[in-house]
């Protein structure tokens, strides 16, 4: 298989992308890369440390930065923050030199998954649960402006949904080269 593009995995907070790009990346065997992860290593300081000194129009821009450097390598899949595919400028880039996968999962899926981990600070509100509701609202018809879209179910082992992403892609030949799926 060969991989023309580099994936960008888009959606919610708690779709699976971290994880499920991680898999995708094996699979392909190219770099995964995520976007959360390299600027926290660059800053030193965890998401929650950085929303909280500098901000978070900080974050974002640092975000954006990020991503165009990363698009701007070899091809891999790289997984992004829930926010980053809001911004219109992010939105061009990836769809001028990647291909955006938006990983769909309902409220109930999201809210099980991140209601286990207190480390994203949009989530530090007096109702998370509502709060995660109304992002997901006003962020749906973005996310659904990628490319591609790939559900994911209760059901599905991170694997099962690296290999449903892979099997949309390999319907793009400009995208993935020689898949058997
Ligand atoms: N089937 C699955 N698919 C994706 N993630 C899963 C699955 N089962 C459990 N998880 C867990 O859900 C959590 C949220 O996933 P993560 O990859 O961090 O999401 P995101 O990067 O989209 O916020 C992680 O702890 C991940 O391991
Ligand atoms: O949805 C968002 O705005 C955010 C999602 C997080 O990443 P994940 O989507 O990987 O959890 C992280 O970038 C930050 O907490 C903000
Ligand atoms: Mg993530």
């Not at 959606?11 to 699979?27: D, I, P, Q, S």
């Not at 829930?82 to 769909?104: C, D, H, N, P, Y």
């Not at 059901?155 to 949904?161: E, F, L, N, V």
């Amino acid at each position: 298989m060969k991989l023309h593009k580099t994936v960008v995995l888009v959606g919610m907070m708690g779709a699976g992308k971290t994880a499920v790009g991680k898999e995708l990346a094996r699979m392909l065997a190219v770099p995964f890369l995520d976007s959360d992860e390299e600027i926290v290593a660059a800053a030193a300081m965890s998401i929650a440390e950085i929303f909280e000194r500098d901000g978070e129009a900080f974050f974002r821009d640092r975000e954006a930065e990020v991503i165009v450097r990363l698009l701007r390598g070899k091809p891999g899949v790289l997984s992004v923050g829930g926010g980053a595919f809001l911004r219109a400028q992010t939105r061009e880039m990836i769809s001028e030199l990647g291909v955006s996968v938006w990983l769909k999962a309902d409220l109930d899926l999201l809210w099980s998954r991140v209601r286990q981990k207190p480390t994203r600070p949009l989530l530090m509100t007096s109702d998370p649960q509502a709060t995660l509701a109304q992002l997901l609202a006003q962020r749906e018809p973005v996310y659904a402006k990628a490319d591609l879209v790939v559900e994911t179910q209760p059901a599905y082992a991170i694997a099962d949904t690296a290999r449903a992403v892979l099997a949309q892609l390999a319907l793009r030949a400009d995208v993935l080269e020689g898949a058997s799926t």
